[in-house]
């Protein structure tokens, strides 16, 4: 096909459609203006009752998980039910201590396996530092979690997110309504839990989850180092059988209310050292690996890993990883303080073992600082959002970047891969111009690309469609934490970059849209022109073998296979070369980075 090198040599059919207003006198013919003049900047970066388009608070439901196929059971029963248990197991342990067999194997195994050879005694200074900065990143790390998985409140084990597929919810069952938003389906925290709390704060809440992580997995990382160098691993790695009978040992001991003595200091016991072993060697890198199995980026590279072992299974698990944090929390808060509190804390903030109040007193003063975090840091990202996504970027963002030249090549899924359901999301368009073009069924669609290019380009969809077919069928990762697989047909991005050959100087390339974002002005985004020549970037008209629906995007959508869900441009009218998106409107690289702090590159 020539090149249409003349942008205004394809007149419209003359249908009823409002016309772009006329170039300005200095601007030239309209196929080269550029959009940017229907782009806002937000008013105000705080965060308030104006916050994502007004979006009202919405209270979902108990968390509850199914049991087999529509049957679904409330969790909050689990606490009568474990209350009822609990009660149970005393009465079953305290018959059965007495028992002669009982007694014998408890002799045999009281509770430890003996102390390794060369482990050390007592507790490190370091050790208790990194206690406490564990304990203080976890409760961000913890609680933006919540707020995440409250901006898409369902669990799957499968990459097909549809409803009725759902093993846990926070939310109703999915309404009728077929052009329902996963938007819609987000709901609100009780106040103080969340963070930041808000209804639909995920930019936010993921800036505190990947950068506390960041420190996180840091201080865990000197953890490990420290240990191993120490010989203090020796405590914490279970290393002979024993520990087995020795736990259930515990276990009685516990529950017949006559409990172990403490011997922390020197040795733990058995059941607190698995429980330790679990939860330093086993949950905090399952905690690190899941996340990453929710990578976009990462799942398209890694096909053969991300195959099985989809986002949709990293999302339980991380979700049951938190549960055993909150958990082992829990018990271990309790015991710590019913099992000789002052000598316990001592160990652990005073790295002593005697019965003083000065392990209290430091641990207390932790306790404020703790609080003091916990609640300055929801007002703190409200009243400068602004920073938190700089400080989220600049800590995580090394990382991040790493994951952005992954070039994935197609093949990962096939035809029987396609999902039933696929949700919609973001805010559909709502303009006289573009409900004009879609009652002409597109005749008049005219797809205008520009800026930094040699040959700028009005396209209509004849011609789209007469470029070189690019089909590709792919996982979609909206950064809410639904995932869905289709079948996208239309033209690679690559040809659209031979035919409209972009200058050296073009770094960027920024899709805009016929619809307009939750605060006004309209969507757009930023994409890094590096990944414009991947295999899997491409603008789509087709899904699944029929032309695009509305709720999809009609006429013409992205596809950019490395990037999370929010950066794939629906109902696309321009695209315009830039060397850099800061000019472009509120400078930050798209209308989430503008308006809900996302970030202009989400590869993880
Ligand atoms: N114009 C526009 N494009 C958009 C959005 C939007 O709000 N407006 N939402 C984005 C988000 S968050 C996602 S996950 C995908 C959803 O695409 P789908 O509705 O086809 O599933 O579209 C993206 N493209
Ligand atoms: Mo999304």
New binding site residues.
């Given amino acids: 096909m020539e090149p249409p090198t003349d942008p205004q040599s394809f007149p419209s059919d003359g249908a009823p459609t409002k016309q772009p207003p006329p170039p300005a006198a200095d601007e030239g013919p309209h196929a080269y203006r550029s959009f940017r003049s229907e782009l806002t900047r937000k008013d105000d970066d705080v965060i308030d009752a104006q916050w994502a388009g007004s979006i009202p608070a919405q209270y979902g439901v108990a968390p509850r998980v199914r049991i087999g196929e529509r049957k679904w059971f409330n969790l909050l029963w689990l606490i009568p039910i474990g209350f009822v248990l609990l009660v149970i197991g005393i009465a079953v342990a305290k018959g059965i201590r007495g028992l002669p067999g009982v007694q014998t194997f408890m002799a045999e195994y009281p509770g430890a396996s003996s102390r390794p050879a060369g482990a050390p005694v007592g507790f490190p200074a370091w050790l208790g530092w990194q206690h406490f900065l564990n304990l203080f990143f976890m409760i961000f790390i913890i609680r933006s979690g919540w707020q995440i998985l409250a901006d898409h409140p369902r669990l799957y084990w499968t990459r097909h997110s549809g409803p009725g597929r759902n093993w846990f919810r926070m939310q109703i069952p999915v309404p009728e309504d077929p052009l329902y938003?996963?938007?819609q389906d987000s709901i609100t925290l009780p106040s103080g839990v969340g963070l930041p709390g808000r209804r639909h704060t995920i930019g936010l809440a993921r800036w505190w989850h990947l950068g506390v992580d960041t420190l996180w997995l840091l201080n865990g990382l000197i953890f490990y180092i420290l240990l191993f160098s120490t010989g203090q691993w020796l405590r914490l790695i279970p290393l002979h059988w024993d520990v087995i009978p020795n736990s259930i040992s515990v276990a009685i001991q516990y529950l017949s209310l006559d409990w172990p003595v403490e011997t922390g200091w020197t040795n733990y016991n058995s059941l607190q050292l698995i429980a330790y072993f679990v939860t330093v060697f086993i949950a905090a890198p399952l905690a690190m690996i899941t996340g990453l199995g929710m990578s976009p980026a990462l799942s398209t590279k890694f096909s053969w890993v991300s195959s099985v072992f989809s986002i949709q299974v990293a999302r339980s698990l991380h979700f049951l990883v938190m549960c055993w944090f909150v958990l082992f929390i829990i018990i271990h808060v309790t015991l710590v303080l019913t099992t000789g509190a002052l000598n316990n804390l001592n160990h652990m903030y005073a790295s002593q073992n005697t019965e003083s109040w000065t392990g209290f007193w430091i641990f207390a003063a932790s306790m404020v600082v703790v609080i003091v975090g916990w609640v300055a840091a929801t007002p703190l990202t409200y009243r400068y959002p602004r920073m938190v996504q700089r400080i989220g970027y600049a800590l995580i963002g090394p990382a991040q970047r790493l994951f952005e030249h992954i070039d994935s090549k197609p093949g990962q899924y096939t035809e029987k891969d396609i999902s039933p359901y696929?949700?919609?999301?973001?805010?559909?368009?709502e303009s006289r111009e573009y409900q004009g073009l879609r009652d002409g069924n597109f005749a008049n669609y005219r797809l205008r690309i520009n800026g930094l290019v040699e040959n700028p380009v009005e396209l209509d969809l004849g011609q789209l469609r007469a470029l070189p077919h690019h089909e590709q069928i792919t996982q979609?990762?909206?950064?809410?934490g639904?995932s869905?697989v289709?079948k996208w047909g239309g033209v690679s991005m690559q040809t659209i970059m031979d035919l409209v050959k972009p200058k050296p100087e073009a770094k960027w390339v920024i899709f805009y849209?016929?619809?307009?974002?939750?605060d006004g002005g309209?969507?757009?985004?930023a994409q890094a022109i590096e990944q414009m020549h991947y295999d899997l970037t491409m603008l789509a008209y087709d899904?699944n073998d029929g032309a695009l629906?509305f709720?999809?995007?009609a006429p013409l959508?992205?596809r950019n296979e490395v990037e999370?869900?929010?950066?794939?441009?629906?109902?696309?009218k321009g695209i315009e070369f830039v060397e850099s998106f800061s000019e472009v409107g509120g400078g930050e690289g798209g209308?989430?980075n503008d308006h809900e702090f996302f970030g202009y590159s989400q590869s993880i």
């Fill in positions: 938003t996963a938007k696929f949700w919609h999301n973001g805010k559909y368009p979609h990762f909206c950064i809410q639904w869905g289709a849209s016929f619809a307009d974002g939750s309209i969507y757009y985004d899904m629906s709720g999809h995007g959508r992205l999370l869900g929010f950066k794939m441009v629906k109902w696309i209308y989430n």
